[in-house]
């Protein structure tokens, strides 16, 4: 699931890779191979832990895959829970000042992930890189009309039509 949002200004694209776990079939083994070839190649990655349970093997080899990520955060969740994580098990592997410990029940969860992300990049540890997001339709549709207009306005040009016409449709 993939989905573009603009966080104060900080274009995203977002990408659920659910669960990577230890997969049974060949078909599942195939998603968990794409879900973390894109964590190694992600700008950010952001891990959630359930707090209300142990970490499990597979839960240590996410951690560990974040060792060797620059930028991270790590989402402890379900704080409203009974804690039975190890928090300083997971210290051991990331950086404290990357973990953010929530419950999405409240809304000042969402709040403190959004400024997390938002002091990454204003630290400079995100950038934004040189691909184009466009996240609104209509923006979009005139890019693509103006691209239409360029390349039909390059074609005259190369066919030696009169300057006063190309100067018409670029108006």
Known sequence: VEEFLSLHGIPLKLIDTAGIRDAK???EKIGITKSKNLIFSSDLVIAIFDSSKELEIDDINILEDLKKIKNYIVIINKMDLEQKIDYKKIISYVKE???????????????????KIKEMFM???????????????????????????ID?????????VSQDLISIKLT
């Not at 039909?152 to 030696?160: A, L």
Request: charge should be negative; glycine fraction near 0%.
């Open 97 to 115: 000042e990357n973990i953010i410990k929530i419950s999405v029940s409240t809304d000042e969860s969402l709040t403190l992930l959004e400024d």
């Open 152 to 160: 039909e306005t390059i074609s005259e040009i190369r066919n030696n």
């Open 25 to 27: 079939d060949e078909v």
């Open 123 to 149: 630290n400079d540890s995100l950038s934004i890189n040189n691909e184009i997001i466009l996240t609104n339709d209509r923006h979009k549709d005139l890019l693509l009309k103006a691209k239409t207009f």
